[in-house]
């Protein structure tokens, strides 16, 4: 599985927006099926909530590529 860093400059970053911003998907449309469809995991759990909080340290899959999320600088 390929792992990419993202990082973010806030205290979390919601899971659909944490899609789009990684690049895993286009549209906030494709995020939401993605994660209803339970294509998702977080943390190595299949996650089905749109609004979950992902906070540095998180680690989320999605078709072969796990996103791992890290603060960013200020």
């Known amino acids: 599985m ?3 860093k993202i990082a973010i400059h ?3 970053i919601k899971l659909d927006q944490l ?3 990684a690049g895993a998907v286009e ?3 494709q995020a939401k099926d993605a994660i209803q ?3 998702v995991s977080v943390n190595g759990e299949r996650c089905e909530m749109r609004g979950k909080k992902i ?3 998180d680690r989320v899959a999605l078709d072969g590529v796990e996103i ?3 603060a960013g600088e200020n």
């Open 19 to 21: 899609l789009k911003f």
């Open 37 to 39: 469809s339970g294509e």
């Open 2 to 4: 390929k792992t990419e």
């Open 68 to 70: 791992e999320v890290v």
């Open 27 to 29: 549209t906030g449309g």
């Open 55 to 57: 906070r540095p340290g």
């Open 10 to 12: 806030t205290g979390f």
